[in-house]
């Protein structure tokens, strides 16, 4: 067994077969994808959301969501699962959610059909109490990341190319026209719709809003730091789009009322919490569940608002929670982050949760060194290996999957750091992971009416499940994992410029190669639920909102004990 170390000096025990690791380092270290193979993976991606998209529009629609099992769709009136149905309003979540991983992929006549659909037949008047956070980051961040492709002039001919497919009896000028203006009509609606949820005398909005009647008075006030925490960057879009700042206000009120709260001696922010009150229910948090994304916001908001005292927060955030967190596996050169008491720090769990899985992409945002990136990625990278999923929660201590965490709902959050980490270090080994990413989902959840969920990762056993992130985020990151390790003139997405030399159009949002117009990565930052929102131009350096230190240096994936360690950015 191999001691585990951080920098609090609580040590845990842990045994993850190191042997195993080592061998899987010296098979892949140099071993990345060919370049051929690079071009058929991303055209299996592409496949994969034709496959699902079309099971999706055959059996699903106009539904929130496939039931890839029963082929089916998931019905907002009718849910089984509890809270986790909370994100279910009837509003066609999986096509407003996945709408720009049609553009991404290439597929002009389905994202003009799904414009078509959406700016027709959507609509928000309706009696029925949903997330405030799920309706935030899928739908209205759905509808704000459509409107911003649908009108971003370097992409202009591209759309048009995409209205000429559109079912509208218009001109492809006129379609792109009332895609726009309908798109914004719908985000300022659902924004009106959510703004009650914030109607608490914290600011801390309520988790349930009723799209018709607001803020019912028997609504449960509990809500988590990462559900209240994560809307600042969509709801500052929609007041820049529409000129009112109460959006911007809210959201920010409710980061403030949170960031307040955290606690003095850990710089940590809790997990559930009263929004009536303001006082935390559980003494316990971590970067996973309930917590995870409020940091990523702090971070990706402030870039996106150039908001000095927001980043400053956002880096003090992101530090203090990995180094409080962090647990060292020296011998095999990893890093696990586990729950831990917020007003001490001390380790209260040995699990470790998927939805953690993100964090290397958050550590590369917010400058952190790359090596500590990689060493917490290799933990989940080891999980997955063991299993051929990443099951919701492994207890580091059994060795097992938690039995009633053993599902792996098609989560994106490790492609998505496979992405960012392959975008910073030009690694190859990003590329073998998603591979077995795509491999897997192939092998073990294709089905014939799309891709289901893993409900216990030991036995297979598959979930009646296809959640609407399947599509804006998981294909998406697959599928531009492999699209952007190729040459510029080979990518089948708009991000198609060579940031290295670029032939810039009017700005340094775009260039021109072969005459197809690309926007520039540096010049696009991702919501939590991976939609597109324009950065102002010199305010970030790196891929997708990147901050990259002078002195950072990318490097080859090592599988050698390194000494690095993260510092704090902030005070």
């Not at 048009?160 to 203006?181: F, K, Y």
Request: with cysteine; net charge neutral; aromatic share 8%.
């Amino acid at each position: 067994r191999a001691t585990l170390h951080r920098a609090s000096g609580y040590p845990t025990r842990v045994s993850m077969r190191a042997a195993l690791l080592l061998a899987a380092c010296a098979a892949t270290n140099n071993e990345g994808v060919s370049y051929e193979a690079r071009i058929v993976l991303r055209d299996r991606v592409r496949d994969m959301h034709a496959h699902a998209l079309q099971s999706y529009m055959d059996h699903g629609y106009p539904h929130d969501e496939l039931l890839p099992l029963s082929c089916e769709g998931r019905r907002w009136d009718k849910r089984k699962r509890g809270t986790l149905d909370d994100s279910l309003g009837g509003y066609m979540m999986t096509l407003v959610d996945g709408v720009d991983t049609q553009l991404v992929v290439g597929d002009h006549e389905a994202f003009a059909r799904s414009l078509d659909i959406i700016t027709s037949e959507v609509s928000f008047d309706r009696d029925v109490s949903v997330s405030t956070f799920e309706a935030t980051i899928r739908v209205l961040g759905g509808l704000l990341s459509a409107h911003y492709l649908v009108t971003e002039p370097v992409l202009r001919p591209a759309i048009l190319r995409a209205a000429a497919n559109s079912t509208l009896d218009a001109s492809p000028v006129d379609t792109r026209r009332r895609w726009a203006r309908e798109l914004k009509g719908l985000a300022a609606d659902l924004g009106a719709r959510l703004l009650p949820a914030f109607r608490t005398p914290t600011g801390i909005p309520a988790h349930r809003v009723n799209l018709r009647r607001g803020l019912l008075n028997d609504e449960s006030r509990e809500t988590c730091a990462a559900a209240a925490g994560t809307m600042l960057l969509e709801f500052a879009r929609l007041s820049r789009l529409t000129g009112d700042r109460r959006y911007a206000q809210k959201a920010r009120e409710a980061v403030d009322a949170l960031w307040r709260r955290r606690s003095a001696r850990t710089d940590l922010v809790g997990s559930t919490i009263c929004a009536k009150t303001g006082r935390w229910l559980s003494p316990g948090t971590g970067i996973g569940a309930g917590v995870d994304s409020f940091y990523e916001y702090l971070v990706k908001a402030a870039l996106y608002e150039d908001d000095p005292v927001l980043l400053e927060r956002g880096l003090a955030g992101v530090a203090a929670a990995h180094q409080t967190t962090a647990v060292r596996d020296a011998s095999n050169n990893l890093t696990w982050n586990l729950d831990v008491r917020r007003d001490d720090g001390r380790r209260i769990s040995s699990r470790v949760s998927s939805l953690a899985a993100f964090w290397p992409s958050l550590l590369l945002l917010a400058g952190s060194d790359v090596g500590e990136a990689q060493m917490t990625f290799r933990g989940y990278w080891e999980i997955f290996r063991r299993f051929g999923a990443l099951p919701e929660l492994f207890d580091l201590d059994s060795e097992t999957a938690v039995h009633f965490g053993k599902d792996a709902p098609l989560r994106p959050e490790l492609a998505e750091s496979a992405l960012h980490l392959y975008l910073r270090t030009n690694d190859g080994h990003y590329l073998v992971v998603g591979r077995e990413l795509i491999n897997a989902l192939n092998d073990d959840s294709r089905v014939a009416c799309g891709f289901a969920a893993v409900a216990d990762v030991d036995s297979k056993r598959l979930d009646d499940r296809m959640d609407s992130y399947f599509f804006a985020e998981t294909l998406k990151y697959l599928f531009l994992l492999f699209d952007l390790s190729l040459e510029p003139q080979d990518r089948q997405s708009f991000f198609c410029c060579d940031e290295r030399s670029v032939h810039r159009l009017n700005s340094t949002r775009g260039c021109a190669v072969d005459g197809r117009p690309c926007l520039s990565l540096s010049a696009t930052l991702l919501s939590t639920e991976g939609h597109f929102f324009q950065m102002p131009s010199g305010r970030v350096s790196g891929a997708f909102g990147a901050r990259m230190p002078a002195d950072a240096v990318a490097g080859p994936f090592e599988c050698e004990a390194s000494t690095t360690t993260t510092t704090s950015r902030a005070a």
